[in-house]
């Protein structure tokens, strides 16, 4: 399975962007998916998922609210749609489908990654 990650850019503070990601097959309908941000010089960290049914999401707590996942399962597609954006957002976003049907919030529960769109958000 191959991700492709799209939607980043420039942004005021304040401003919306919306991700998308979309798989090049059809990934499994067992199978959660999730995104995770890199900023320069720190670790990959979590950011949102969605379960295989997309019943069951979770956020960091540093988005929540602001954030939304979602999944369409006709295009295998995952979006993040990202609202009253901040500088400390900024960062590579990367999706992932994960090994089981919740992910979690570790980058070792998932098997494929996507490219990273890179986000930024000035001041």
């Known amino acids: 399975v191959q991700l492709q990650a799209f939607g980043g850019g420039l942004v005021q503070a304040g401003g919306s962007l919306r991700l998308s990601c979309t798989a090049t097959?059809?990934?499994?309908?067992?199978?959660?998916m999730g995104w995770f941000r890199q900023a320069p010089g720190k670790e990959r960290e979590f950011v949102a998922s969605i379960s295989y049914n997309g019943g069951s999401t979770a956020y960091a707590a540093n988005v929540q609210g602001r954030f939304t996942i979602s999944r369409e399962f006709a295009s295998s597609t995952v979006y993040l749609q990202m609202n009253s954006l901040k500088p400390e957002d900024t960062a590579d976003y990367y999706c992932?489908?994960?090994?089981?049907?919740?992910?979690?919030?570790?980058?070792?529960?998932?098997?494929?990654w996507g490219q990273g769109t890179l986000v930024t958000v000035s001041s």
């Open positions: 097959r059809r990934t499994s309908s067992n199978n959660g």
């Open positions: 992932a489908v994960s090994r089981g049907s919740h992910p979690g919030r570790q980058v070792t529960n998932y098997k494929y």
